[in-house]
T-cell receptor, first 111, second 113 residues
């Protein structure tokens, strides 16, 4: 499993774009990059997954450079409700795979 | 929508008690997982099951066991609860398809006194 490194915490303000970067230098050829979001007192929920270049959905964008050694989760125009912990996972998850979470990035949004 | 239901939101038990945490999913998922979450430590995998009656240890299985007799239900068992098992326990499930996402329950906050 690829080791991931992401900031422990980040602060931003409402209306700003927030970018959270995850480093994964030993990513394997078949590995995918997946991000989860966890609100206080809830279980994490999936927000986005990608393999290369850019993926966008209604919640976020995921940017992956050509070497795939890092990835950036981009949250456009954040609001207070985006305050959460964001987890970056890197791996190829088959039916019998362990799925390991790191400590995540605690994002705090201020008014 | 997938529903992953954990039987209790809050649970208080005494040291030495045998504790059962139950998790049920309604989407016929092959894989089910138990994590615990402690402040500053993120989610740590205790056990997972990739099919009925099949289980694998996660990173911190000591003091825990699991049971998966039916596909929809995955139980976490604390054979003799200890105070260091006070934690938030999160259950998750997913299909067995490659790279499919996890669906989590709301968690059980267990306090062992």
């Amino acid at each position: 499993l690829a080791k991931t490194t992401q900031p422990i915490s980040m602060d931003s303000y409402e209306g700003q774009e927030v970018n959270i970067t995850c480093s994964h230098n030993n990513i394997a050829t078949n590995d995918y990059i997946t991000w989860y979001q966890q609100f206080p007192s809830q279980g994490p929920r999936f927000i986005i997954q990608g393999y290369k270049t850019k993926v966008t959905n209604e919640v976020a964008s995921l940017f992956i450079p050509a070497d795939r050694k890092s990835s950036t989760l981009s949250l456009p125009r954040v609001s207070l409700s985006d305050t959460a912990v964001y987890y970056c996972l890197v791996g190829f998850y088959s039916s019998a795979s362990k799925i390991i979470f790191g400590s995540g990035t605690r994002l705090s949004i201020r008014p | 929508d997938v529903k992953v239901t954990q039987s209790s939101r809050y649970l208080v038990k005494r040291t030495g008690e045998k504790v059962f945490l139950e998790c049920v999913q309604d989407m016929d998922h092959e894989n089910m997982f138990w994590y615990r979450q402690d402040p500053g430590l993120g989610l740590r995998l205790i056990y997972f099951s990739y099919d009925v009656k099949m289980k694998e240890k996660g990173d911190i299985p000591e003091g825990y066991s699991v049971s998966r007799e039916k596909k929809e239900r995955f139980s976490l068992i604390l054979e003799s609860a200890s105070t260091n098992q006070t934690s938030m326990y999160l259950c998750a499930s997913r299909t067995g398809a490659t790279n499919e996402k996890l669906f989590f329950g709301s968690g059980t906050q267990l306090s062992v006194l």
